[in-house]
């Protein structure tokens, strides 16, 4: 170690210095070093649909095997026919109207489009609004493109709707989006039509993009109903993003998309800068993007987990119950997701630092969770839980972070 440290240390770069992405951070290199050493630890950390049992339909697979040796080339850098045209006729069905193939583009899931989105728009200095509490790659894909995320609320009063005023509040001269994430990853809310209009006014009096993150548009509880933000205008550049990983449970397939729509006339020159940036990366996982012309086409199956007595539907009450049943954690009951972002009532457990309080939970009771600061919540009083792991592994794992609470509460 001394010798390592006279040598010229390699540093990464300036522009990490604002980049955070705390679900994969510290605390889960810490709990993979206790799987290491031979700890069971029950995992409510991510959403990763396949790893609890939730199988990519068969079709999709099947498919997927049978188009192997036609995968093995490079495809076009926006995506193979097939797809794109499957993603154009979801459009449809989602009432946007407009979308030709040549506005649709396919990538190494939504992760990667939604870096390449942000890469072609951003300036120093440009601000997009993103939401707080967020799903924490936008943020950073805001900050890694050298521009600024400013946060707007969103208000668990009302049920983690975004507050309009907060958002307008928010905008200067130097805005050029605002993003919306429905139905919202960490806390399962759904907007109504209402709100997204609300946006929609906001946007077109400022002259502003909309970038729609709508993965879990079919993760959907108690027959809520899901409006894409694309549908409700014809004029506002809106960007929608999609794809494969959870509502086909696949996303280790890497199948995403994204839908430039409105009215693109002004755009030509930012389309360029998609275009260029899809072409540098060549092109997207070709047998993932096989898979999508199927998914979309096929039996929705999903429609089987969430509808009444399915599996997600059951394990979304059931971890409902069992944390709002704890002293002094209250939370907005999900209608759409994998996820919930319960309130630790400050006067009963006054946390400081949340990320300590997740890693200390991890060592004392082998429960893994995110802490809320991780999406970009301003207070250490929330925390993310995933709700895929089956009905005993909740009940126990909900039952080991309830002790560890009223350790907590007696300190
Ligand atoms: N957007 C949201 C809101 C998500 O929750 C996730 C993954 O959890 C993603 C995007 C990334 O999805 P993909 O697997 O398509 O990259």
Redesign the pocket.
């Known amino acids: 170690n001394a010798d390592a440290q006279k040598l010229p240390q390699v540093r990464k770069s300036a522009k990490l210095a604002n980049v955070c992405y705390d679900?994969r951070g510290p605390v889960l290199t810490r709990a993979k070093q206790m799987e290491d050493e031979g700890h069971k630890i029950i995992k409510l950390n991510?959403?990763n649909l396949a790893a609890f049992g939730f199988d990519a339909p068969e079709e999709i697979q099947m498919d997927m095997i049978r188009n192997l040796p036609n995968s093995a080339g490079y495809s076009d850098s926006k995506g193979i026919f097939a797809a794109r045209k499957a993603v154009m006729h979801y459009t449809q069905q989602k009432h946007i109207k407009g979308v030709t193939i040549e506005d649709i583009y396919i990538?190494?899931?939504?992760?990667?489009l939604?870096v390449m989105a942000m890469n072609a728009l951003l300036n120093a200095g440009d601000e997009v609004l993103v939401p707080a509490p967020d799903?924490p790659?936008?943020t950073a894909a805001v900050s890694l493109s050298g521009g600024r995320p400013v946060h707007y609320l969103c208000d668990e009063a009302s049920g983690w709707l975004p507050d309009l005023d907060d958002m307008r509040s928010r905008i200067t001269p130097n805005t050029r989006a605002i993003v919306v994430?429905n139905p919202?990853?960490p806390t399962g809310a759904v907007y109504p039509d209402e709100v997204l209009k609300g946006i929609v006014d906001l946007a077109r009096e400022f002259g502003l993009i909309l970038y729609a993150?709508e993965?879990?548009d079919k993760v959907l509880y108690d027959g809520v109903k899901h409006t894409s933000m694309a549908a409700l205008s014809e004029d506002v550049l809106t960007i929608i993003?999609n794809?494969?990983?959870?509502n086909y449970r696949s996303?280790g397939y890497?199948?995403?998309w994204m839908v430039v729509c409105g009215d693109k006339r002004h755009a030509q020159d930012y389309i360029e800068g998609l275009n260029m940036l899809a072409s540098m990366r060549l092109c997207a996982n070709v047998p993932g993007q096989y898979a999508i012309q199927t998914a979309l086409g096929g039996y929705q199956s999903i429609d089987d987990l969430v509808v009444e007595g399915g599996r997600m539907r059951r394990q979304r009450d059931l971890a409902y119950e069992l944390i709002t049943a704890i002293p002094g954690v209250s939370c907005v009951k999900p209608q759409a997701?994998l996820y919930m972002f319960p309130k630790l009532d400050p006067k009963m457990y006054p946390i400081e630092d949340d990320q300590a309080f997740i890693a200390e939970l991890l060592e004392q009771e082998r429960v893994l969770l995110v802490q809320g600061t991780g999406f970009n919540w301003p207070h250490p009083d929330h925390f993310r839980l995933v709700f895929l792991p089956h009905e005993g592994d909740l009940r126990d794992a909900i039952g080991r972070l309830a002790r560890f609470l009223e350790s907590y509460r007696k300190r």
């Open positions: 679900i991510i959403g990538g190494n899931g939504v992760s990667e939604i799903y790659l936008w994430i919202n990853n993150d993965v879990y993003f794809g494969l990983s959870k996303c890497r199948a995403g997701t």
